[in-house]
T-cell receptor
């Protein structure tokens, strides 16, 4: 049971570089989410998607872009990385029912120098 | 709009002692409530959830939580702490008519268990 898989698990970037984080889920979930986790801040929602081809902004969307071209994949892009984007990034997925939980990946640790 | 407050960013208990992690929420409609646990270097795992019905909810690893509407609370408890319970715990709320609105998470409580 793969569940939610995030790629890569670790990455170090230099300021100004770009990269894409990949999230894949095999549960046929309609909804997918990207969060960042920073010490003392809990989980903050970056962007989310309620279906293929549809995305929406969360609490902290600036500096990030997303795409959901396929139902099972949700990509998070950093066009020009900044040190403030050093964080642990989590992807999650869920059904459309609000009484059902989100399922999380193991995270991507991103450091920007 | 819903919100979640977790009282205490860090709780420390002795092995075998009662664990009590507090969660209060605000919601304009009946909520769905969740507790997640995060072990070091891992993602979040669902511990338990309240949707409808019985207000005392049992989860994995001996944890349980009670939904108290009058107090807008959903505190997490475990009668006897084990070393393996050391982790970060997150409370989250969803509204019953939220449609496409994602879960709202609290800032988390780190539980330390002392031998």
């Amino acid at each position: 049971n793969a569940g939610v898989t995030q790629t890569p698990k670790f990455r170090v970037l230099k300021t100004g570089q770009s990269m894409t984080l990949l999230c894949a889920q095999d549960m046929n979930h309609e909804y997918m989410y990207w969060y960042r986790q920073d010490p003392g801040m809990g989980l903050r929602l970056i962007h989310y998607s309620v279906g293929e081809g549809t995305t929406a902004k969360g609490e902290v969307p600036d500096g990030y872009n997303v795409s959901r071209l396929k139902k099972q994949n949700f990509l998070l892009g950093l066009e020009s990385a900044a040190p403030s984007q050093t964080s642990v990034y989590f992807c999650a997925s869920s059904t459309r029912q609000s009484n059902q939980p989100q399922h999380f990946g193991d995270g991507t640790r991103l450091s920007i120098l | 709009a819903q919100s979640v407050t977790q009282l205490g960013s860090h709780v420390s208990v002795s092995e075998g002692a009662l664990v009590l992690l507090r969660c209060n929420y605000s919601s304009s409609v009946p909520p769905y409530l969740f507790w997640y646990v995060q072990y070091p270097n891992q993602g979040l795992q669902l511990l338990l959830k309240y949707t409808t019905g019985a207000t005392l909810v049992k989860g994995i690893n001996g944890f349980e939580a009670e939904f108290k509407k009058s107090e807008t609370s959903f505190h997490l408890t475990k009668p006897s702490a084990h070393m393996s319970d050391a982790a970060e715990y997150f409370c989250a709320v969803s509204e019953t008519n939220s449609g496409n609105t994602p879960l709202v998470f609290g800032k988390g409580t780190r539980l330390s268990v002392i031998a």
